[in-house]
T-cell receptor
Framework: IAGITQAPTSQILAAGRRMTLRCTQD?????MYWYRQDLGLGLRLIHY???????GKGEVPDGYSVSRANTDDFPLTLASAVPSQTSVYFC??????????????FGPGTRLTVL | GQNIDQPTEMTATEGAIVQINCTYQ??????LFWYQQHAGEAPTFLSY??LDGLEEKGRFSSFLSRSKGYSYLLLKELQMKDSASYLC??????????WGAGTKLIIKP
């Protein structure tokens, strides 16, 4: 694989169910991000990880959790899905150069519908 | 607070020039990014500005004025494939991106 992959591509989920969105990158980037994108709103950061073994909360972390056991994988878990979590979820990664020029690269996205 | 403003939608004609404006207000500033996003696809990187002035990259150019908290993306010789949303994002003091809602650009023949 080359770049960032996400799975599943789309999912319809019953409210109250647990769901994990997968994200894998093969670029050896140290930082990874999860965003949600809703109509009329900008991309909103859910959680991030600056390096394997560390994670941080973004703008809208409630109801979501992440882990970063290794460099390549950054799964996002919804413990008990609610309809307001219906959205398109994008995973992104970048190599942190420390000078602010770091460009984020995005996966293809997961379209999640919670009923 | 942190805020990024850009027009919701713009319409232009094939072959013409269009300028998409973005104003930003973030906690600290480490650069301004522009991304392109076609419908149903992921955002893709277009440009990065951290110093005042114009950066030209083929048909696309991006301008930054740090004192005014202002940037624009200039698209020349518009093609139908340029129909997309254009996202402005400011990198804050924590090196996190704060995103605008995007400008949907419609190109008419």
């Amino acid at each position: 694989i080359a770049g960032i992959t996400q799975a599943p591509t789309s999912q319809i989920l019953a409210a109250g169910r647990r769901m994990t969105l997968r994200c894998t990158q093969d670029m050896r980037h140290n930082a990874m991000y999860w965003y949600r994108q809703d109509l009329g709103l900008g991309l909103r950061l859910i959680h991030y990880s600056n390096t394997a073994g560390t994670t941080g909360k973004g703008e809208v972390p409630d109801g979501y959790s992440v882990s970063r056991a290794n460099t390549d994988d950054f799964p996002l878990t919804l413990a008990s899905a609610v309809p307001s979590q219906t959205s398109v979820y994008f995973c992104a990664s970048k190599m942190v150069a420390g000078d602010g020029t770091d460009t984020q690269y995005f996966g293809p996205g997961t379209r999640l519908t919670v009923l | 607070g942190q805020n990024i403003d850009q027009p919701t939608e713009m319409t232009a004609t094939e072959g013409a020039i269009v300028q998409i404006n973005c104003t930003y207000q973030t906690s600290g500033f480490n650069g301004l990014f522009w991304y392109q996003q076609h419908a149903g696809e992921a955002p893709t990187f277009l440009s990065y500005n951290v110093l005042d002035g114009l950066e030209e990259k083929g048909r696309f150019s991006s301008f930054l004025s740090r004192s005014k908290g202002y940037s624009y993306l200039l698209l020349k010789e518009l093609q139908m494939k340029d129909s997309a949303s254009y996202l402005c994002a400011s990198m804050d003091s924590n090196y996190q991106l704060i995103w605008g809602a995007g400008t949907k650009l419609i190109i008419k023949p």
